[in-house]
């Protein structure tokens, strides 16, 4: 008798191994492993990212490979081929270039191994299986009309001048960002109520490689010098996230002595949620990195368990082989008069992280 229950015992350990190896459907308990891919842990919102991925993935009982590929793409390709060769199940990638992850991601099709792009979109690949994002066009959006009320335009006479900086050209989610806030202010630019001083409104003149604080910074000193040394009132500048914002804003406290300009952001990053307390950054979208970690944790489980994957688009996210599932998430602006309810009520930050 207890030779039998002996080998029964045995007999459901090498099935559960097996399943698991496998790639299984196995419990969120079984230990199935997933990969998770960032870029860098030069922003501070990538450090959110991926610390919020992995506290809820192990949470939910997944073995988690969390890895950081320090803006190089080639580390980033050999990182997502060392995940999959591993054992990980299922691999999230935020993209450092969209367009270069072809190795990996042939990889990822030969082995069976879902792919799920994380906030940026990969490009030119089918074996994209998921996307989770925030609306990127909506972020644009709210951007343009935070400036479009603040200066009111359908009422004020202006005309008031404009600057804009966008993101990274290999970045996808960028042009969304960037044709998002351009739809809102563009008829105020063709009918001469905002002017764009620099006539740098070209998605290609004003992205920044890199999302890169310096760059922005180093464009937006040669503007001001070039164009506002003579005292030439700058009344906003579109920004399409912190780090570039941030660059803008040190130009101007070195080259610029008109009234502040309307400054807008996105990823609420603490330094600049301070310089909004301060009056040196009108806003910031806030993209609640929480909710879009659990969003991942929720589909990755429903991948693994081989259930229906929630998704809420399936037209706008074409990445040139397909057009992608996508979950989108949705943004908000957080600027002086909000920031309390959003970032420290929410437990976002604390007091303390905003002194």
């Not at 335009?153 to 042009?175: R, W």
């Not at 600027?335 to 976002?348: Q, R, T």
Request: hydrophobic letters at 35%; aromatic letters at 8%.
């Amino acid at each position: 008798m207890k030779k039998k229950i002996l080998s029964a015992v045995l007999c459901v350990a090498m099935l559960s191994s097996l399943l698991v190896g496998c790639g299984g459907a196995a419990s969120s308990k079984g230990g199935t492993k997933v990969g998770v891919s960032m870029p860098t842990k030069d922003l501070q919102r990538w450090n959110q990212d991926g610390a919020n991925m992995e506290k809820e993935l192990k949470a939910a009982g997944y073995e988690v490979d969390l890895q950081y590929a320090s803006n190089d793409v080639q580390t980033q390709v050999s990182q997502v081929q060392n995940m999959i060769n591993s054992g990980c199940n299922v691999v999230v990638i935020a993209a450092i270039e969209g367009s270069s992850l072809g190795e990996a991601l042939d990889m990822a099709k030969a082995k069976g191994v879902p792919v799920v792009a994380y906030d940026r979109l990969i490009m030119n690949h089918d074996a994209v299986s998921y996307y989770a994002t925030f609306d990127n066009y909506k972020v644009g959006t709210v951007q343009g009309t935070y400036i479009k009320e603040q200066l009111d335009l359908d009422n004020a006479a202006g005309p008031f001048n404009i600057e804009f900086t966008a993101g990274d050209p290999g970045d996808n989610n960028a042009g969304f960002f960037f044709n998002g806030a351009m739809d809102v202010l563009k008829p105020y630019i063709e009918s001469g109520k905002l002017n764009v001083v620099s006539g740098q409104t070209k998605f290609e003149e004003v992205a920044t490689p890199a999302w890169s604080t310096e760059t922005s910074q180093s464009r937006a000193e040669n503007i001001l010098s070039s164009y506002y040394a003579d005292g030439t009132q700058l009344d906003a500048w579109l920004c399409s996230n912190d780090s570039t914002a941030m660059g803008v804003e040190n130009a101007l406290a070195a080259n610029y002595t008109g009234n502040y300009p309307i400054i807008t952001g996105q990823d609420c990053d603490i330094e600049n949620t301070k310089a909004m307390i301060n009056g040196k950054q009108a806003m910031s979208v806030f993209k609640d990195t929480r909710t879009l970690a659990s969003q991942v944790v929720k589909m990755v489980g429903q991948i693994l368990k081989g259930e229906t994957v929630e998704v809420n688009d399936t037209k706008t996210y074409d990445n040139g082989a397909l057009v992608v599932p996508s979950y989108l998430c949705e943004p908000v602006f957080a600027d002086v008069n909000n920031y309390k309810e959003l970032l420290i009520d929410s437990g976002y930050y604390t007091e303390d992280q905003l002194k």
